[in-house]
């Protein structure tokens, strides 16, 4: 994942579920770092998603970032610098992996609206959702490769894969590229793009449009896309153990921290 470094313990830094009438609204907030995901803020979202998926009022999700600048940066990097061996890469992917998964699964239609960035963390969770809407100026992308040099799990690349296409995810895990709104639009990523302003009348308009349609096809349906996507998996935990292992990693935590520029030696 990509993120801020937001360790800071006196940041605000939290998910926060809003129902009203029968949409649940989303909030990541932790707006000194662009909305970069905490471990806590991915457990809060775990939680909120599975209370969701239980609660019959709720029939439409909205996810948005605080702020209006960014929706979600990335993951907290601070984290990384305890990690010890590459085992700690496979239970730290495994755990994201199990933090988004009640989100992939919500049988509830689920909307994710974008400012600014939807990067790293960000990028995985508005790919989680059914549909993106966004601002033009909005930016998508996972440039570990020039921030980490760590890696993601396969499940993880299979969701990303299926929902952008092998060739933009190469371009984003392999370029480190920051791919715009109009290209994502264009590609079908995006249902659609609007001003900042309008962003929130057009979620809510498509909220209600979704909430007139039969609830139990929509869930049929997109359950049946989640397993698909989902199915048969190969096991790649000795790739994420040798990237998670690696000398580059470490020094590329090591440089994000101390805001220099990471040297990469293929060890």
């Known amino acids: 994942m990509t993120a801020e470094n937001n360790s800071t313990p006196e940041r605000i830094a939290e ?3 809003e129902l009203r009438n029968d949409v649940a609204y989303i909030i990541f907030d932790h707006v000194a770092a662009r909305n970069a995901m905490t471990v806590g803020m991915y457990q809060s979202l775990k939680s909120i998603c599975e209370d969701l998926a239980k609660n019959p009022k709720a ?20 984290q990384f610098s305890g990690f010890t061996s590459g085992e700690d890469g496979i239970s730290y992917e495994e755990g994201i992996d199990q933090y988004l998964a009640p989100l992939a699964t919500l049988p509830i239609p689920t909307i994710a609206v974008i400012d600014g960035m939807a990067v790293g963390g960000g990028l995985a969770i508005a790919s989680c959702c059914d549909f993106r809407i966004s601002t033009p100026d909005a930016r998508f992308g996972v440039p570990i490769a020039k921030t980490l040099g760590n890696c993601l799990s396969a499940g993880n690349v299979a969701w990303l894969v299926a929902h952008l296409g092998v060739n ?19 590609q079908g990523y995006l249902l659609a793009t609007y001003p900042a302003e309008n962003l929130e009348l057009e979620a809510n308009q498509l909220a209600e449009r979704l909430m007139k349609l039969a609830p139990i096809t929509q869930k049929t349906t997109k359950l049946t896309l989640a397993r698909l996507i989902k199915n048969n998996l190969p096991d790649c935990s000795d790739l994420i153990r040798e990237c998670y292992g690696s000398e580059d990693f470490k020094n590329g935590v090591s440089a994000f921290l101390d805001g220099k520029p990471p040297v990469w030696t293929g060890k």
């Open 59 to 78: 029939k439409v999700a909205i996810l948005r970032g605080a702020g209006g600048k960014s929706f979600v940066s990335g993951s907290d990097i601070a």
């Open 15 to 17: 998910v926060r579920l």
């Open 168 to 186: 933009i995810v190469k371009r984003m895990l392999l370029l480190a590229e920051l791919v715009t709104a109009p290209e994502l639009l264009k």
